[in-house]
Nanobody
Framework: QVQLVESGGGSVQAGGSLRLSCAVF????????MGWFRQVPGKEREGVAF???????SYADSVKGRFTISQDNAKNTLYLQMNSLKPEDTAMYYC????????????????WGQGTQVTVSS
């Protein structure tokens, strides 16, 4: 079975940076979509950044210019570089992957990681 494992979360002051990583285990095929989502208690999971294997990258308006999604296919790893962090970025961050031809900003990904907590203080 495919497993996604996030790392790199932690606590940082506003204006700081973090780099999240998502290692994919049990990799057996190319994923059409890879993405990062975040969620805070009592709210819906929110799409943050995505890679469509054909179209390229896309971002939520709230993180454009601050976050960068990338992948190293040889290492089966997805990254999220987060700069100029704000308290509103505080959330549990999840990586996800899907080999199907879905809309990559949708929430119905096939595979999900366990999440890594990001906390941004003022």
């Amino acid at each position: 079975q495919v497993q996604l494992v996030e790392s790199g979360g932690g606590s940082v002051q506003a204006g700081g940076s973090l780099r999240l990583s998502c290692a994919v285990f049990g990799y057996s095929y190319v994923y059409y979509c890879m993405g990062w989502f975040r969620q805070v208690p009592g709210k819906e999971r929110e799409g943050v950044a995505f890679i469509d294997s054909n179209v390229g990258t896309s971002y939520a308006d709230s993180v454009k210019g601050r976050f960068t999604i990338s992948q190293d296919n040889a290492k089966n790893t997805l990254y999220l570089q987060m700069n100029s962090l704000k308290p509103e970025d505080t959330a549990m961050y999840y990586c996800a992957a899907d080999p199907r031809t879905i809309a990559c900003d949708q929430k119905e990904y096939l595979y999900w990681g366990q999440g890594t907590q990001v906390t941004v203080s003022s």
